[in-house]
């Protein structure tokens, strides 16, 4: 099989990081191809190189001097050069940089990061390195060229003999402009290269051990997710609980190449596997995981007879979309709809927001109430399983959490329910408690 093995910014942050990196590379004959972020911090308070790259950038526009800035970043990479015993020539490449910087783009300028990160990791691998300016083609709108991208992909595995080390985050548009994925868009150049050349397994290395059942700040200890499907996967991840950039699932979702999220610094824990399905097990936990987030507001409209009136709804929402906000769930009553959106998308409108849905659909009356919190139990298990949602209020019931809206995805895979803010902490501790280690006997 083939692995394409992507390693994220901590993972690459120091010579002790490397280290690990060429364990786990060398004790799995089948991780033949290797895709690197720019180093990341070493402790809490250190900064990424693609931070700083990005102060040189703003520096270099407004004509401020950077010379200590571009010396902190070099010594990152001497470091490990020195501490590796690397021959890759760092000062020298790095000179040529710097001299290169009144005729760069911001994009060459905060590329370099995966670059150096990549030629020494290949080095210390001893893999070819390939320039994602050569491989990764880019549209001018920055969107990725599949076509020429997944050629070139694979006439580089034939021209290095079938192993080779990637440059996360850039490539280029095919008269050779250099251009970046978004932040934490290594992911996606790891996810377009497993797709490009068949790969059977994505992994993901960073510094977790893939996803938790519950966010550990609030619960102690949360089991890890072993399997999860992508779809409740993107339920988890919109809801907060996110450890990959979500572009990066499309490219391998598509073509069915599982993602294993595993731990650079823990690398015998299993990690995550997110695939299209995943119901291989006789047992399986009935919860997959719980996620949620605060500071939701409510628009509550009511109007006597609008079950009879037609538009009625619509008309309120092109209101949000005039605004850009978007809409994350509207219950319905029979004389009376709430929409529920992003607090902080509200903010600085939601006056006239209200002010508009009055002049338009004068409704009987409108109220705001902000400080909702959404919680969402995710389980591909809890599908066509009576009982379920009823068990969940239940506790929420038990422990006097009021519950102040319910929604349950189509596919039955998540049930949501709105509490207030300030209860939020709680709600989530008794759903994991009664939940979190149930588990569901499936008939084979
Ligand atoms: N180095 C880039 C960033 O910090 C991309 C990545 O790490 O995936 O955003």
């Not at 102690?220 to 499907?229: K, Q, V």
């Amino acid at each position: 099989m083939i692995k394409v093995s992507k390693f994220g910014g901590s993972s690459v942050a120091d010579a002790t990081q490397f280290k690990k990196v060429a364990d786990i590379i060398k004790s799995d004959p089948d991780r033949r191809f290797v895709v690197v972020s720019a180093a990341g911090k070493r402790f809490s308070k250190d900064n990424k190189i693609t931070d700083l790259l990005l102060l040189v950038n703003a520096h270099i526009q407004y004509g401020v001097d950077c010379t200590s800035l571009l010396a902190s970043i070099e010594e990152r990479f001497v470091e490990i050069a020195r501490d590796l015993n690397l021959k890759f020539p760092v000062s020298e490449e790095f000179a040529r940089f710097v001299d290169n910087l009144p005729n760069a783009t911001p994009e060459f300028v905060v590329s370099r990061g995966e670059w150096f990160t990549g030629q020494l990791m290949a080095e210390y691998l001893g893999y070819p390195f390939v320039d994602a300016a050569d491989v990764i083609v880019f549209h001018h709108d920055g969107t990725v060229d599949m076509e020429r991208t997944q050629t070139r992909l694979r006439e580089a595995t034939v021209h290095t003999g079938g192993r080779f080390l990637l440059p996360g985050f850039y490539g280029s548009t095919v008269d050779g402009q250099l251009k970046l994925f978004k932040r934490g868009g290594g992911d996606i150049s790891g996810a377009i290269l497993a797709r490009c050349i068949d790969a059977g397994l994505y992994e993901n290395w960073t510094d977790v051990s893939g996803f938790l059942a519950a966010d550990p700040r609030i619960v102690d200890n949360p089991r890890g997710i072993h399997r999860i499907t992508f779809e409740e996967m993107r339920e988890l991840s919109y809801m907060g609980a996110s450890v990959l950039q979500e572009e990066a699932i499309f490219p391998v979702r598509e073509v069915n190449i599982p993602i294993q999220i595993k731990n650079t610094n823990a690398p015998d824990d299993f990690g995550t596997i997110i695939r299209e399905t995943a119901n291989e097990h006789a047992r399986e936990h009935l919860i997959t995981g719980i996620a949620g987030k605060k500071d939701f507001v409510g628009i509550y409209v009511q109007k006597a007879h609008m079950s009879n009136e037609v538009g009625f709804v619509r008309r309120a929402l092109s209101i949000l979309e005039s605004y850009g906000v978007s809409v994350e769930h509207i219950p319905t009553g029979v004389d009376s709809f709430s929409i529920v959106v992003n607090g902080a998308d509200v903010k600085e409108s939601i006056y006239s927001i209200v002010a508009d849905i009055q002049r338009d659909i004068k409704p009987d009356s409108i109220n705001v109430l902000p400080g909702l919190a959404l919680i969402s139990v995710v389980g591909r298990n809890m599908s066509r399983r009576a009982g379920t949602s009823g068990q969940i209020f239940g506790v929420l019931g038990e422990a006097g959490i009021n519950i102040r809206m319910i929604t349950q995805s189509s596919q039955e895979i998540s049930i949501i329910v709105g509490v207030q803010n300030e209860d939020f902490e709680k709600a989530i501790h008794v759903i994991y408690d009664r939940f979190g280690d149930a588990v569901v006997v499936r008939e084979q």
